[in-house]
């Protein structure tokens, strides 16, 4: 895969970039160039992004090296290669991900950004009361109530198929990436949510029927071509509530509340291998990532509250 069909990849791998974890404008061109560096590496030496080996990342890896370019540049490209390749792992574009087994220069990886309980309690008010109309705050509360009960991603909450919903079920049926389905429990505010917005979003629909428009199977319906609520109106959406709540915008973006639920059932004792399962990982060292992320706050606490912690002691918890 080179040349246009490459740069669908990449195309694609920005776009959710940009709606699931908020990048920034500078990161994408960042990703872009890095990733395309890649793909330009890859044509010219015959090598096709859809069937890369690690042995071909290896040899690009060389190749950086060769150029003289500095470790942080180098950790920096394989990092845009390994999410891409994640990436294109789970939306089922590669049965396996050839980077995964792959080690940068020496760079830290950064624990995932997360909400503590008031911060989730604030967004999940702010939606109740934020919207033009009472239909709009219907579905605002029922998208965050959604979201925060079973961590789903962007992608499968506002592409929720109506049937879904249907019959007040206490589990709900997600189709997530690659087309594996997995069940998460609702919880009653959850559910409570997701009534409310079924009654009003059926009323508009039989409304919108009697006019001759057509029935839309989505849950969260939306004129646009996709006819669902887009990930990016989502990720506006949510830095609007997050303003409403008082909650710094920069921390909250759709992939932070999918942290929060982990990271808050973990918290409370949830057992590893459940939340790996709620998430939809294929892999549970991907879902240990949490216990780094709890591990971190704890010590926080510990040394923003302690008695004993004097003041040269909570000026470093990470070197304990």
Same mark, same amino acid.
Request: with cysteine; net charge positive.
């Given at each position: 895969?080179? %040349?246009?069909?490459?740069?669908?990849?990449?195309?694609?791998?920005?776009?959710?970039?940009?709606?699931?974890?908020?990048?920034?404008?500078?990161?994408?061109?960042?990703? $872009?160039? =890095?990733?395309? @560096?890649?793909?330009?590496?890859? %044509?010219?030496?015959?090598?096709?992004?859809?069937?890369?080996?690690?042995e071909?990342?290896?040899?690009?890896?060389?190749?950086? =090296?060769?150029?003289?370019?500095?470790?942080? #540049?180098?950790?920096?490209?394989?990092?845009?290669?390994?999410?891409?390749?994640?990436?294109?792992?789970?939306? %089922?574009?590669? *049965? =396996?991900?050839?980077?995964?087994?792959?080690? $940068?220069?020496?760079?830290?990886?950064?624990?995932?950004?997360?909400?503590?309980?008031?911060?989730?309690?604030?967004?999940?008010?702010?939606?109740?009361?934020?919207?033009r109309?009472?239909?709009?705050?219907?579905?605002?509360?029922?998208?965050?109530?959604?979201?925060?009960?079973?961590?789903m991603?962007?992608?499968?909450?506002?592409?929720l198929?109506?049937?879904?919903?249907?019959?007040?079920?206490?589990?709900?049926?997600?189709r997530?990436?690659?087309?594996?389905?997995?069940?998460?429990?609702?919880?009653?505010?959850?559910?409570?949510a997701?009534?409310?917005?079924?009654?009003?979003? @059926?009323?508009?629909?039989?409304?919108?029927?009697?006019?001759?428009?057509?029935?839309?199977?989505?849950?969260?319906?939306?004129? %646009?071509?996709?006819?669902?609520?887009?990930?990016?109106?989502?990720?506006?959406?949510?830095?609007?509530?997050?303003?409403?709540?008082?909650?710094?915008?920069?921390?909250?973006t759709?992939? *932070?509340?999918?942290h929060?639920?982990?990271?808050?059932?973990?918290?409370?004792?949830?057992?590893?291998?459940?939340?790996? *399962?709620?998430?939809?990982?294929?892999?549970?060292?991907? #879902?240990?990532?949490?216990?780094?992320?709890?591990?971190?706050?704890?010590?926080?606490?510990?040394?923003?509250?302690?008695?004993?912690?004097?003041?040269? @002691?909570? *000026?470093?918890?990470?070197?304990?």
């Open positions: 895969m080179t %040349g246009a069909a490459g740069e669908t990849w990449i195309a694609a791998f920005l776009e959710a970039q940009a709606a699931e974890l908020g990048a920034t404008r500078n990161t994408l061109l960042a990703y $872009g160039r =890095d990733l395309r @560096d890649f793909a330009g590496w890859a %044509g010219h030496n015959g090598v096709n992004l859809a069937d890369a080996a690690q071909d990342i290896e040899s690009y890896l060389i190749h950086c =090296d060769a150029q003289g370019l500095a470790k942080s #540049t180098r950790a920096r490209r394989l990092s845009a290669i390994r999410q891409l390749y994640r990436f294109a792992f789970e939306e %089922g574009f590669r *049965t =396996d991900n050839p980077a995964i087994r792959m080690k $940068g220069p020496g760079r830290e990886k950064r624990l995932p950004g997360t909400l503590d309980v008031p911060e989730v309690d604030r967004l999940l008010r702010a939606a109740r009361s934020h919207g109309s009472a239909d709009d705050r219907l579905r605002n509360t029922c998208l965050m109530e959604l979201l925060y009960a079973t961590g991603r962007v992608s499968e909450l506002v592409s198929p109506v049937q879904a919903a249907r019959g007040d079920p206490r589990m709900l049926l997600i997530g990436k690659g087309g594996k389905e997995r069940m998460v429990p609702l919880s009653p505010p959850a559910r409570a997701l009534r409310a917005w079924l009654a009003a979003r @059926d009323a508009a629909a039989d409304r919108a029927r009697a006019k001759g428009a057509p029935a839309s199977g989505f849950l969260f319906a939306s004129r %646009g071509a996709a006819g669902h609520l887009t990930r990016h109106r989502f990720y506006l959406l949510i830095k609007e509530l997050a303003v409403a709540a008082g909650v710094s915008s920069a921390k909250v759709p992939h *932070t509340l999918r929060a639920f982990a990271t808050h059932l973990l918290a409370n004792g949830a057992d590893l291998r459940v939340i790996q *399962t709620l998430l939809g990982h294929a892999d549970v060292s991907t #879902t240990e990532i949490y216990t780094h992320v709890l591990d971190a706050r704890l010590s926080e606490l510990v040394f923003e509250h302690h008695p004993l912690a004097g003041p040269a @002691d909570k *000026t470093s918890p990470g070197e304990a």
